[in-house]
Nanobody, 124 residues
Framework: QVQLVESGGGLVQAGGSLRLSCAAS???????MGWYRQAPGKQRELVAR???????NYADSVRGRFTISGDNTKNTVYLQLNSLKPEDTAVYYC???????????????????WGQGTQVTVSS
């Protein structure tokens, strides 16, 4: 069983940056990792996904602004958020998918493990 703990959220002005971290209690070498977000009143949506070999997928709304990366030696996945906009405000979750493929069509229900989330608030 894998436990995931996110950190790095906070309050930032529009145009600013944050770096989120997701520390896993077990190895992430054989799984794909995703960052999701959920804003109030909205569905949870995929932000970015990375396989253990480093292949990535991004939502169109964040491509070019956010970067997902992973460190298998530290069992940690990162999400660098740049050029933040107020519409990026949400709770951000990391999750582990046992199917280690580069497939942006994988649904939230396919991810077996979830963190507790970290709040990102972007002020205008």
């Amino acid at each position: 069983q894998v436990q995931l703990v996110e950190s790095g959220g906070g309050l930032v002005q529009a145009g600013g940056s944050l770096r989120l971290s997701c520390a896993a209690s077990g190895s992430i070498f054989t799984v794909a990792m995703g960052w999701y977000r959920q804003a109030p009143g909205k569905q949870r949506e995929l932000v970015a996904r990375i396989t253990s070999s480093g292949d990535t997928n991004y939502a169109d709304s964040v491509r070019g602004r956010f970067t997902i990366s992973g460190d298998n030696t530290k069992n940690t996945v990162y999400l660098q958020l740049n050029s933040l906009k107020p519409e990026d405000t949400a709770v951000y979750y990391c999750a582990a998918d046992p199917l280690n493929v580069c497939d942006e069509l994988r649904q939230a229900r396919h991810y077996d493990y979830w963190g507790q989330g970290t709040q990102v608030t972007v002020s205008s």
